[in-house]
């Protein structure tokens, strides 16, 4: 396990941010961290970086205290910002020792992440004459200039643009190939489902929705199935209700008949089946109704 | 609470360099060495100028390059003796020196006339104002010319030189200062002691004023949420408490390092200097330097993380500024009596303590009670300013938005809440 975090209770003054809340990151997995605005994630990731610390409750980060996990830690904080003033390389090789590396290490690391990201011809100049785009690359690899074994990534998409949000998602995935665990942050559901693993859904400071994406979609589907083909016979059995969507048709099934049974009916009556999947809903959907309905 | 120390030394290194290549510290640094190369370049070319604004001010009170007419009714003072033959003409009657002043062949005519050794009357004629009168009674060349001629042949020359010249001052500090001759001691004593201080009061502020804008900066760009990630609040202070320090020293280094460059050719300034200022009272501005630096810079880094922008930040910070400037405000009760009642009460209290006693132990004997007092003092308040300080540059560092109130502060000093809102 590479983060365990045990019943974390997180207090402003009067106000719980987190309350009770608990979850494990596996290691290697895409972890998305999801709740609406003030919901405690950005709180719950400061506690685990180690920069507020918890009010009740245990966290682990590979085992250790988050304050010896440091070095193994990234973290690209939903507030952005980098020295204005500093040198592009100079930033990187900063933040890099701050993290433990020497810096000669450093500097051979931050030159080739910057060549990875087009930025190495602007590694002489100032933070400052970036582009924004070009910055939030920047901040970006900046978060794990120093090799972290884990990776916070807070809203890494917010304030991209199409072509950007394509590069930061590629660089991702990369990461997630050579086994870093990252825990992603974002409102992007679409993204969202892309990318992760497992979720947590959190909403004032509680624990709504967690575990596998795939069985969550799976538990909020509706019984219904949808089909692409030139026509439907009239009457297939085990269904209640046919409704024609977007050039599909879209059955809804009776209690306890599964989406097999419908399949096989259609192939014995000889129907062209172009396409037929489980209908699912958007992760979006589930995300609004779980908020809705609040804690699992 | 044990430091990680490669990390203090990463940001102590960082702020280092970062700072030393603003602007304005090379500017605040090379202007010492500007101004007193300035000072040489302009004293070489003016020199002979110079000379001449001197003299001719000197002579303005005394009556060099005009001739002095002389009617001597007494016969103490004819025949003139050689060495005041160009100065002094002798005229036989009185008609004769009026009409010699009339045709401006002299300015002026002393009259001395024949009971002059029981009374003292001298006449002087002149065309101009009366205050030719007190030029006359104040002519260091008159004087000589009377004291000459009237002890001439009486007593040894060595006597006549004293009588005309009684008094060569030398000046002899009490409180074990070696003597330095002449008046010009006294205003080195004074004031190269008294701008060595202020010198080092500045950089003490300029580099907790730069703690306390990086603070800001980091602040306002949001940069802070990940050097916090990454190091503890109170290594990243001490870091930058440690690389500050360096620059302010660095500046000092540069300015005494000037001054010794530049006065090569005048050695006897930096001698002067030298001998004024013990090295006793160098060691311990010293210490006073650092101590002082490390109490301010804890303090301002605390209560400036707590502003949200560069400029709440300073404006909360000036309070600390603000005592430091005491003893230069009372700087005219110290050059009267620098062991003054108000003055020792001042170097007892940690605000005012570094500023008090670095101006104070240039000028005077300070008693070695209130130098101890006050090292104490400051020893003891430098770990209460560290807890206070770190505590709140802690808490500030993620306060963004708007500043928390006193109350606020207060609460989380006492521990009854954690760090406030995000």
Same mark, same amino acid.
């Not at chain 2, 160009?86 to 002043?101: C, P």
């Not at chain 2, 990243?236 to 300015?255: E, F, P």
């Given at each position: 396990?590479?983060?365990?975090?045990?019943?974390?209770?997180?207090?402003?003054?009067?106000?719980?941010?987190?309350?009770?809340?608990?979850?494990?990151?596996?290691?290697?997995?895409?972890?998305?961290?999801?709740?609406?605005?003030?919901?405690?994630?950005?709180?719950?990731?400061?506690?685990?970086?180690?920069?507020?610390?918890?009010?009740?409750?245990?966290?682990?980060?590979?085992?250790?205290?988050?304050?010896?996990?440091?070095?193994?830690?990234?973290?690209?904080?939903?507030?952005?910002?980098?020295?204005?003033?500093?040198?592009?390389?100079?930033?990187?090789?900063?933040?890099?020792?701050?993290?433990?590396?020497?810096?000669?290490?450093?500097?051979?690391?931050?030159?080739?992440?910057?060549?990875?990201?087009?930025?190495?011809?602007?590694?002489?100049?100032?933070?400052?004459?970036?582009?924004?785009?070009?910055?939030?690359?920047?901040?970006?690899?900046?978060?794990?200039?120093?090799?972290?074994?884990?990776?916070?990534?807070?809203?890494?998409?917010?304030?991209?643009?199409?072509?950007?949000?394509?590069?930061?998602?590629?660089?991702?995935?990369?990461?997630?190939?050579?086994?870093?665990?990252?825990?992603?942050?974002?409102?992007?559901?679409?993204?969202?489902?892309?990318?992760?693993?497992? %979720?947590?859904?959190?909403?004032?400071?509680?624990?709504?929705?967690?575990?596998?994406?795939?069985? %969550?979609?799976?538990?909020?589907?509706?019984?219904?199935?949808?089909?692409?083909?030139?026509?439907?016979?009239?009457?297939?059995?085990?269904?209640?209700?046919?409704?024609?969507?977007?050039?599909?048709?879209?059955?809804?099934? %009776?209690?306890?008949?599964?989406?097999?049974?419908?399949?096989?009916?259609?192939?014995?009556?000889?129907?062209?089946?172009?396409?037929?999947?489980?209908?699912?809903?958007?992760?979006?959907? %589930?995300?609004?109704?779980?908020?809705?309905?609040?804690?699992? | 609470?044990?430091?990680?120390?490669?990390?203090?030394?990463?940001?102590?290194?960082?702020?280092?360099?970062?700072?030393?290549?603003?602007?304005?510290?090379?500017?605040?640094?090379?202007?010492?060495?500007?101004?007193?190369?300035?000072?040489?370049?302009?004293?070489?070319?003016?020199?002979?100028?110079?000379?001449?604004?001197?003299?001719?001010?000197?002579?303005?009170?005394?009556?060099?390059?005009?001739?002095?007419?002389?009617?001597?009714?007494?016969?103490?003072?004819?025949?003139?003796?050689?060495?005041?033959?160009?100065?002094?003409?002798?005229?036989?009657?009185?008609?004769?020196?009026?009409?010699?002043?009339?045709?401006?062949?002299?300015?002026?005519?002393?009259?001395?006339?024949?009971?002059?050794?029981?009374?003292?009357?001298?006449?002087?004629?002149?065309?101009?104002?009366?205050?030719?009168?007190?030029?006359?009674?104040?002519?260091?060349?008159?004087?000589?010319?009377?004291?000459?001629?009237?002890?001439?042949?009486?007593?040894?020359?060595?006597?006549?030189?004293?009588?005309?010249?009684?008094?060569?001052?030398?000046?002899?500090?009490?409180?074990?200062?070696?003597?330095?001759?002449?008046?010009?001691?006294?205003?080195?004593?004074?004031?190269?002691?008294?701008?060595?201080?202020?010198?080092?009061?500045?950089?003490?502020?300029?580099?907790?004023?730069?703690?306390?804008?990086?603070?800001?900066?980091?602040?306002?760009?949001?940069?802070?949420?990940?050097?916090?990630?990454?190091?503890?609040?109170?290594?990243?202070?001490?870091?930058?408490?440690?690389?500050?320090?360096?620059?302010?020293?660095?500046?000092?280094?540069?300015?005494?390092?000037?001054?010794?460059?530049?006065?090569?050719?005048?050695?006897?300034?930096?001698?002067?200097?030298?001998?004024?200022?013990?090295?006793?009272?160098?060691?311990?501005?010293?210490?006073?330097?650092?101590?002082?630096?490390?109490?301010?810079?804890?303090?301002?880094?605390?209560?400036?993380?707590?502003?949200?922008? =560069?400029?709440?930040?300073?404006?909360?910070?000036?309070?600390?500024?603000?005592?430091?400037?005491?003893?230069?405000?009372?700087?005219?009760?110290?050059?009267?009596?620098?062991?003054?009642?108000?003055?020792?009460?001042?170097?007892?209290?940690?605000?005012?303590?570094?500023?008090?006693?670095?101006?104070?132990?240039?000028?005077?004997?300070?008693?070695?009670?209130?130098?101890?007092?006050?090292?104490?003092?400051?020893?003891?308040?430098?770990?209460?300013?560290?807890?206070?300080?770190?505590?709140?540059?802690?808490?500030?560092?993620?306060?963004?938005?708007?500043?928390?109130? =006193?109350?606020?502060?207060?609460?989380?000093?006492?521990?009854?809440?954690?760090?406030?809102?995000?």
């Amino acid at each position: 396990m590479v983060i365990e975090v045990r019943d974390l209770v997180k207090r402003y003054g009067d106000v719980t941010a987190v309350d009770r809340l608990s979850f494990e990151v596996e290691r290697g997995e895409v972890f998305g961290l999801l709740g609406p605005n003030g919901a405690g994630k950005t709180t719950t990731i400061r506690v685990i970086m180690d920069i507020l610390r918890p009010d009740e409750g245990e966290v682990r980060v590979l085992g250790l205290p988050p304050r010896e996990a440091k070095h193994r830690v990234g973290y690209l904080p939903e507030e952005r910002g980098l020295y204005r003033n500093l040198k592009v390389l100079d930033t990187l090789v900063y933040l890099a020792e701050l993290k433990g590396v020497k810096r000669a290490v450093a500097r051979e690391r931050a030159m080739r992440l910057l060549e990875e990201v087009d930025l190495a011809d602007w590694a002489g100049r100032k933070v400052r004459d970036l582009s924004r785009g070009m910055q939030q690359r920047l901040q970006f690899i900046a978060s794990f200039v120093h090799d972290p074994e884990v990776l916070f990534l807070d809203e890494p998409f917010q304030g991209l643009d199409p072509l950007n949000v394509d590069r930061i998602k590629r660089l991702i995935l990369a990461l997630h190939e050579q086994g870093k665990t990252i825990v992603l942050s974002s409102h992007q559901m679409d993204l969202v489902e892309a990318l992760c693993d497992r %979720i947590l859904l959190v909403n004032h400071g509680k624990r709504v929705l967690y575990g596998d994406l795939a069985e %969550i979609k799976r538990r909020y589907a509706p019984n219904a199935v949808r089909v692409r083909a030139p026509f439907l016979p009239p009457d297939l059995p085990g269904v209640a209700e046919v409704r024609s969507e977007d050039g599909s048709f879209y059955l809804t099934l %009776i209690e306890g008949r599964q989406p097999n049974e419908i399949l096989r009916a259609l192939i014995a009556q000889d129907v062209e089946v172009e396409a037929f999947e489980v209908a699912s809903v958007p992760l979006e959907q %589930i995300f609004i109704a779980a908020v809705k309905e609040g804690v699992e | 609470m044990k430091l990680d120390w490669r990390k203090v030394w990463v940001v102590a290194r960082h702020e280092y360099l970062t700072n030393v290549r603003r602007t304005g510290f090379i500017i605040m640094t090379a202007i010492v060495p500007t101004l007193g190369l300035i000072a040489l370049l302009v004293g070489a070319l003016l020199a002979p100028q110079a000379r001449q604004i001197g003299e001719s001010i000197a002579s303005f009170f005394d009556t060099g390059g005009k001739r002095i007419g002389l009617v001597d009714h007494s016969g103490e003072f004819t025949p003139v003796l050689p060495e005041y033959e160009d100065t002094f003409t002798v005229f036989a009657s009185d008609e004769e020196a009026e009409a010699a002043v009339d045709a401006d062949e002299v300015e002026i005519v002393l009259v001395v006339p024949e009971d002059y050794l029981e009374t003292g009357r001298v006449i002087v004629l002149t065309k101009g104002s009366g205050f030719d009168a007190a030029v006359v009674e104040d002519s260091p060349t008159i004087h000589a010319f009377f004291v000459d001629h009237l002890l001439d042949g009486k007593v040894d020359p060595e006597l006549r030189a004293r009588l005309i010249d009684p008094i060569e001052p030398e000046l002899r500090m009490l409180g074990g200062k070696e003597g330095v001759s002449g008046g010009w001691g006294v205003v080195f004593g004074f004031f190269i002691p008294y701008f060595l201080a202020v010198f080092l009061v500045m950089t003490i502020f300029t580099s907790s004023g730069y703690l306390l804008q990086g603070v800001a900066e980091e602040k306002e760009s949001r940069v802070i949420e990940i050097v916090v990630s990454s190091v503890r609040p109170i290594e990243l202070m001490a870091g930058k408490v440690i690389g500050l320090g360096a620059l302010g020293l660095t500046q000092v280094g540069v300015w005494l390092g000037s001054v010794w460059l530049l006065s090569g050719g005048a050695a006897a300034l930096l001698a002067v200097a030298a001998t004024l200022v013990a090295p006793r009272v160098f060691l311990l501005a010293a210490v006073y330097y650092v101590l002082g630096f490390l109490l301010y810079a804890v303090l301002m880094a605390g209560v400036g993380a707590l502003g949200t922008t =560069m400029r709440e930040s300073q404006q909360l910070a000036g309070i600390f500024s603000m005592f430091a400037m005491i003893p230069y405000m009372l700087s005219g009760l110290l050059f009267a009596n620098p062991n003054v009642g108000l003055a020792r009460a001042l170097s007892y209290f940690p605000l005012t303590a570094p500023t008090m006693m670095m101006m104070r132990l240039p000028l005077a004997d300070v008693p070695t009670i209130d130098i101890v007092v006050s090292i104490l003092v400051l020893l003891a308040s430098i770990p209460a300013a560290l807890w206070f300080g770190g505590r709140l540059f802690e808490i500030g560092l993620l306060i963004y938005g708007k500043r928390p109130t =006193m109350r606020e502060v207060w609460a989380i000093l006492r521990g009854s809440r954690t760090v406030a809102r995000s």
